[in-house]
């Protein structure tokens, strides 16, 4: 069992940066693949960006070189650096664990307006 408490949300200009934390807590943290995905109104939840228990990095095609995921397995917690934010990443992001079953946090928003 993992439980997943996400934060750094919030409202930021376009052009702007914010960096999201997901805490974990339970054991086996370093095992899970981790990700981020997100939920627009109206919208399908998404896969953003996701990081596997090796390392290994993939990202939607909207936020390529543009959010870095990344995750230190001694503070059992995942990031997600967003910058050059625009409009259309408005949206609650979500934090998922999964090796065999697969987790989720309650989620926090993200607001990109002038």
């Known amino acids: 069992q993992v439980q997943l408490v996400e934060s750094g949300g919030g409202l930021v200009q376009p052009g702007g940066s914010l960096r999201l934390s997901c805490a974990a807590s339970?054991?086996?943290?370093?095992?899970?693949?981790m990700g981020w995905y997100r939920q627009a109104p109206g919208k399908h939840r998404e896969l953003v960006a996701h990081?596997?228990?090796?390392?290994?990095?993939n990202y939607a095609d909207s936020v390529k070189g543009r959010f870095t995921i990344s995750r230190d397995n001694v503070k059992n917690t995942v990031y997600l650096q967003m910058n050059s934010l625009k409009p259309e990443d408005t949206a609650v992001y979500y934090c998922?664990?999964?090796?065999?079953?697969?987790?989720w946090g309650q989620g926090t928003h993200v607001t990109v307006s002038s």
């Open positions: 990081i596997t228990s090796g390392g290994t990095t």
């Open positions: 998922n664990a999964q090796r065999v079953y697969s987790f």
């Open positions: 339970g054991s086996g943290f370093s095992i899970y693949d």
